[in-house]
């Protein structure tokens, strides 16, 4: 399913189904090295090793700034482009 994307954060009564909502790259992947990490941290946890807890925690961390990456590449919801802004539009696209 492909979903157009916008430069900016929809408004307006409608602007839920513009988000695109888990439709993008970015989230998942962001989402997918999160939930390891946090595997990670909860086996250190249970096998007491706090090594692999710091390990998996840093890899939770490190899913921000993949999430951020990837969607600055263009595998966000949003693009960076300009003329699709939903500013001054009454219906944002909605058909």
């Known amino acids: 399913?492909?979903?157009?994307?916008?430069?900016?954060?929809?408004?307006g009564p409608h602007a839920a189904e513009d988000l695109?909502?888990?439709?993008?790259?970015?989230?998942?992947?962001?989402?997918?090295?999160?939930?390891v990490?946090?595997?990670i941290g909860t086996i250190g946890v249970v096998l007491l090793e706090w090594w692999l807890l710091v390990v998996g925690l840093v890899i939770a961390v490190l899913s921000l700034a993949v999430g951020r990456v990837l969607s600055l590449m263009?595998?966000?919801?949003y693009s960076r482009g300009?003329?699709?802004?939903?500013?001054?539009?009454?219906t944002l696209g909605i058909k």
Do not use: Q
């Open 37 to 39: 990490g946090f595997t």
């Open 74 to 77: 263009g595998f966000g919801s």
């Open 20 to 35: 695109g909502h888990g439709y993008n790259i970015a989230t998942w992947a962001a989402v997918a090295v999160c939930l």
């Open 1 to 11: 399913m492909s979903h157009a994307k916008l430069s900016a954060r929809p408004t």
């Open 82 to 90: 300009e003329g699709d802004s939903p500013e001054g539009k009454d």
